[in-house]
């Protein structure tokens, strides 16, 4: 085969499904180390390019190789290189820029609704569509809007309403351009500091989707990660919990830089509004970290009970808790002080929304695993 031959292009879409279901596939990172350390795909080997020419034997012959970077423009030197020595591999077009709008979604019911997550692979964020009948509502949108419209298409159903967790400060969001789009009621926490028109919650209200299922607003006020943090509940089989709990850890409660004060309200948060639901209640967060894996058709989410037994940080003492949240609080997510500008309403972001997003999310505590209290 000649050398064009052994080079092919593979788009993020088609590599998610071969994560988990191709035994050969072998992820060559050739960015630099630090690149690396900083965002990857899980799963990826780093060999920088400047050193691939003297380390094609960590490259198991017959591997399916997927050669990424930054853009594009690195991997395709890096599969060059591999061609001119007889390996075959696929270019991953886009690279880590392309990987950062990358999603699948899972399907499923809960509740009497049928549940769709959105998973932005490369981001770490979960969002969601949630209908019964004909309407729906949105949870945590991105700014890739269509990819909720779509879901609705699909399902028949109109998206009536958009709701959010909290004021995000790792990716930009969705709500105001999808509620444009849709005509749907937005409705926020007025804890946060939102500034633009919205309907504002109030605790305990219910969203009705069709007779006898309601997505409730169960305690509006869950702060801790933000003060308008917002769990919503639908029946006593799912909750949304946003940033306060996550599958591997819980929130940061830093990014205002009132990190005491609020470390007390997260713990609060989680010991009188969610710990108190039953075992059986599934979690489902906003963000999952690089420890969780996400698989093909499987829902990013735990039952309560799981979590409860799981994350030590859930049995500190209000004490012990807001010591260790205070002393792991590190690596804030990247631009997030634009960001949250920008999702307040007080700053535009055009061309460069792409860019401002870039890197992975960072927004749970560090440490997952506090030593158990004595």
């Known amino acids: 085969m000649t050398t064009s031959e052994l080079i092919s292009t593979i788009t993020t879409d088609e590599l998610v499904p071969l994560l988990d279901t191709d035994p050969s596939l072998y992820l060559l990172d050739v960015r630099n180390p630090d690149e690396v350390a900083d965002?990857?795909?899980?799963?990826?080997?780093?060999?920088?390019?400047?050193?691939?020419?003297?380390?094609?034997?960590?490259?198991?012959?017959?591997a399916h190789v997927v050669v990424i970077c930054a853009k594009g423009a690195r991997a395709q030197q890096g599969a060059e290189i591999l061609a001119a020595h007889g390996i075959a591999s696929s270019v991953l077009q886009g690279g880590m820029e392309a990987w950062a709008s990358t999603y699948d979604h899972v399907t499923g019911t809960f509740a009497g609704a049928v549940v769709v997550q959105l998973r932005r692979r490369g981001k770490g964020c979960l969002s969601y569509v949630i209908g019964a009948g004909d309407s729906a509502v949105v949870i945590d949108p991105s700014l890739d809007i269509e990819r909720y419209e779509e879901v609705a298409l699909e399902q028949g159903w109109t998206i009536t309403h958009i709701v959010e967790t909290h004021l995000h400060a790792d990716h930009l969001s969705g709500a105001r351009a999808l509620a444009l789009a849709t005509g749907a009621a937005l409705w926020l926490n007025p804890a946060d500091p939102f500034c633009f028109a919205y309907e504002p919650l109030s605790d305990g209200r219910s969203i009705d989707l069709s007779p006898g299922v309601a997505l409730t607003v169960q305690a509006v006020s869950v702060p801790g990660h933000t003060e308008g943090s917002t769990m919503y509940r639908l029946g006593d089989e799912a909750i949304f919990t946003g940033d306060t709990l996550?599958?591997?850890?819980?929130?940061?409660?830093?990014?205002?830089?009132?990190?005491?004060?609020?470390a007390h309200h997260l713990y609060h948060s989680l010991h009188e509004r969610v710990l108190p639901l039953g075992d059986q209640m599934m979690v489902f967060p906003a963000h999952y970290g690089a420890g969780v894996p996400v698989k093909t058709g499987v829902f990013v989410a735990r039952p309560l009970g799981e979590l409860?037994?799981?994350?030590?940080?859930?049995?500190?003492?209000?004490?012990?808790?807001?010591?260790?949240?205070?002393?792991?609080?590190?690596?804030?997510?990247?631009?997030?002080?634009?960001?949250?500008?920008?999702?307040?309403?007080?700053?535009?972001?055009?061309?460069?929304?792409?860019?401002?997003?870039?890197?992975?999310?960072?927004?749970?505590?560090?440490?997952?695993?506090?030593?158990?209290?004595?």
């Open 39 to 62: 965002w990857e795909i899980p799963g990826a080997n780093n060999v920088p390019l400047d050193t691939l020419a003297s380390r094609l034997d960590v490259i198991a012959r017959g």
């Open 308 to 374: 409860r037994n799981s994350l030590p940080a859930l049995a500190l003492s209000e004490t012990q808790f807001v010591a260790w949240a205070i002393a792991n609080v590190k690596d804030r997510p990247p631009n997030y002080q634009q960001i949250v500008r920008v999702n307040m309403g007080t700053e535009d972001v055009g061309d460069e929304a792409a860019a401002l997003e870039l890197g992975p999310n960072r927004c749970a505590i560090a440490d997952p695993n506090p030593l158990a209290p004595s």
């Open 246 to 262: 996550f599958l591997e850890s819980v929130g940061r409660p830093d990014l205002a830089d009132q990190v005491e004060s609020f």
